[in-house]
């Protein structure tokens, strides 16, 4: 009786402490509840190894493993702030498709790009690092423990690729009032994220600004109709046709260049006067690059299909036009 006494004393008097379970969670991957039991439970009596059996055991302790499987999958996030009108897109790869229709997942990445937009609240690309640090609001936990609990929980691996905040133009004279437009192909996660998250595997993004003397009175009806449909299809549209470039001045030399050259080699054998070739070979450079180019390009998603920058014009309104000043188009597994 007494030996048994000591053994159960003994038992007790093992504490898990913080430290314990923050080394074991660095080491396993396993969400911090599980380090925890594992650490308590009978036989293992706070050993680190024999901590990391017992998890290994449950299924649990698989993280670590997954991190090195490729991922191809996942989803893109487009997250409006409806207050500031600021676009926070992201995107999140996981290993299958399958995980990137899971529900668990989705909130995840509505999570992620929640923190993004609350706490990483600068214009451009944000740091992927500086967020794994960040305590999501409403959480008790960093964002790298939430990443390491929904990879133990979905059993694949999981990577937090990229993130980018796109601010509007807005002058701060009052000069010119500027927009975010979106738009999210493919949606999924409809059923369990807020209505300014959108989640999808294509997104389009456009940032129109309005700008005219007239901006004051005009100003507040463009923003709804640049916010509305208009920005929604032109979006649409950088989906669709996925242009490279905003405006023929915006195509690198060396890209102007080799389309010259390619265009000059298939004239070699020509028998046209050389001033008349050049002519020819000048208009098929302008119609590439005018291919390549959002404003040149026809609007895929307007009925009639208008050049873009036609399409621009017609919404001017007194003295105040409408511009595009930048769009992307992000898909998954694209290169940063």
Known sequence: MLSAAVG????????????????????????????????SAEGVNGDIKLAMDWLRAKGIARAASNADRV??????????????????????????DFVSLNKDFHQFVSLVSTTVSEQLNKEGAVSISDLMNLQPKGTTHTMKDALGDIISSIRENIVIK????????????????????????GKVGTDVTPAHIELGKVAGVVKLQAQGTDIASTGPAITTLLSGDVGRKLSMHVVAACPLYLAPKDVPADVVARETAIFREQTVDDKKKPEMLEKIIAGKVNKRMADLCLVSQPHVAVEGSPVIQKYLDSLTQGDVKVSISGFQRWTLGQSQ
């Open 162 to 185: 990229r993130a980018e905040n796109i601010y509007p133009e807005t002058a701060q004279d009052g000069s010119a009032v500027g927009v975010v437009a979106s738009y999210v192909h």
């Open 8 to 39: 159960r004393s003994m038992k007790m008097s093992t504490q898990v402490s913080a430290a314990m379970v923050k080394e074991l969670r660095e080491k396993s991957g396993a969400p911090m509840m599980d380090c925890k039991k594992a650490l």
């Open 71 to 96: 991922t191809m999958e996942g989803v893109i996030a487009v997250n409006r702030n409806p207050t500031s009108g600021v676009v926070t897109v992201v995107e999140v790869n996981s290993e299958t």
